[in-house]
């Protein structure tokens, strides 16, 4: 008997009521909702940046030792007959005494396991700032920071010519690799012009020979122009904000709006609205994607007075921290409490500090492991024969070679860094 086949028949689907097909549709469409609001989780291993390299973190700067490494003479890019030299900071050419011991000297962060920062390589560097300019702009000690930097650029590329346009002070152009680095002189960085007693307001004539009227919402003319030129930038300011700079019968005034501020400020207050005026203009004019730094104060070494009250700095090594039986030996030359005559590189970084906090603009800080450097001033070698007796000892800027080229390579390695990282 032949086997009967069953009909076929589709497969029965449970009923829902329409109630509960419009809970389940909400319930997904909350669902869905939900998952769009949630971030998605991280990716277990994030691309983060490498480490800065040795010289090239804030830390390297702060935590470190001075120790000689006897090669480093050797190694110097320049010597005396660099065409970028200035006369008085050229030591070689001036018979500075011990100038292989100033630059026997290395910087060994505590960071780097034991290496001092590396040197620069000129022609690397050159090469990743291809067609790229470098400005520095402030005070003298940018410039002494400048020659430096043209000089040991300049073993790269002996073509290297010297650079003075868009209102440069001084700087050097290297035609193989199409970079200009150049320093632009705005000693306090606001506007500031003398006004004879004549046309002053102020009503002691016999006394005040007139006054330098200070615009601190106006950058100086020397930089007012070339916000958008550079791509980095390195700004500093200080060393003219004493009385030594503007003594009593010929004071600083300080203008807001071309009206005078009243009441009047004291030369350090009105440092504190100068840096936050020009801090606030470099955000507002010059571009993001520009590279700014702040160089931190160049610290004085003059002992046993002032320039101007025969203060020398003839020694032969660096300072040390801390001796057995003198401890803090930093602290006695540069602590603001002990009122000494070189106090004022903590006090004029301690407003700067300040005044970059949040703002997009790195700090350099070179000034503590430069207080270590007595030794590395040009002291008595100045180059002119009655330099000393009318000047006194320079006491405050550096021979070069010298300490200089090691902030040399510390710029070289924060530049790389920050453009290579973003």
Not at 69 to 88: I, K, M, V
Not at 192 to 206: G, L, R
Not at 342 to 363: F, H, M, P, T, Y
């Amino acid at each position: 008997m032949a086997h009967q086949r069953h009909p076929s028949f589709p497969p029965t689907w449970p009923r829902f009521s329409p109630a509960i097909l419009a809970v389940l549709a909400v319930s997904l469409a909350l669902l869905y909702t939900t998952s769009l609001l949630i971030p998605p989780s991280p990716s277990p291993n994030p691309r983060r940046p490498p480490p800065p390299p040795c010289g090239g973190a804030a830390v390297d700067l702060a935590a470190g030792r001075w120790a000689r490494d006897p090669l480093r003479p050797a190694r110097s890019f320049y010597d005396g007959t660099c065409s970028f030299h200035r006369n008085a900071w050229n030591c070689l050419r001036n018979g500075r005494e011990g100038m292989e011991s100033i630059n026997s000297w290395a910087w060994y962060p505590d960071r780097c396991g034991g290496e001092a920062i590396p040197r620069i390589d000129p022609d690397a560097f050159l090469g990743f700032m291809r067609g790229r300019r470098i400005g520095f702009v402030g005070d003298s000690l940018n410039e002494n920071f400048l020659v430096a930097f043209l000089c040991a650029l300049r073993s790269a590329d002996r073509g290297a010519r010297k650079w003075k346009r868009k209102g440069a002070w001084r700087g050097g152009y290297f035609p193989k690799f199409d970079v200009t680095v150049a320093y632009h002189r705005a000693v306090l960085l606001a506007k500031y012009t003398w006004q004879p007693a004549e046309h002053s307001t102020n009503e002691d004539k016999d006394r005040v020979k007139g006054i330098y009227k200070v615009d601190i919402d106006a950058p100086a003319d020397d930089w007012v122009n070339i916000t958008k030129f550079y791509d980095v930038l390195i700004f500093n300011t200080g060393h003219w904000w004493g009385p030594d700079k503007f003594p009593k019968e010929r004071p600083l005034v300080f203008y807001r709006g071309g009206e005078p501020i009243d009441p009047p400020l004291g030369i350090f207050d009105g440092l504190k609205v100068v840096l936050e005026s020009m801090i606030s203009y470099i955000e507002k004019e010059v571009p993001k994607k520009t590279l700014k730094f702040w160089r931190t104060q160049s610290p004085r070494h003059f002992h046993g007075g002032d320039w101007d009250h025969n203060g020398s700095c003839l020694f032969s090594e660096p300072l040390r921290e801390k001796f057995e039986l003198m401890p803090g030996q930093l602290d006695s030359w540069f602590d603001p409490r002990n009122k000494g005559v070189n106090k004022e590189a903590r006090e004029v970084n301690s407003l700067v500090q300040q005044a970059v906090l949040g703002a997009d603009i790195k700090l350099l800080n070179l000034t503590h492991l430069s207080e270590f450097r007595a030794d590395a001033h040009p002291a008595i070698w100045l180059g002119k024969k009655d330099a000393v007796a009318i000047w006194g000892q320079d006491c405050m800027h550096w021979c070069l070679p010298g300490l200089p080229d090691i902030w040399v390579d510390i710029l070289a390695a924060q530049i790389l860094y920050n453009m290579e990282t973003g």
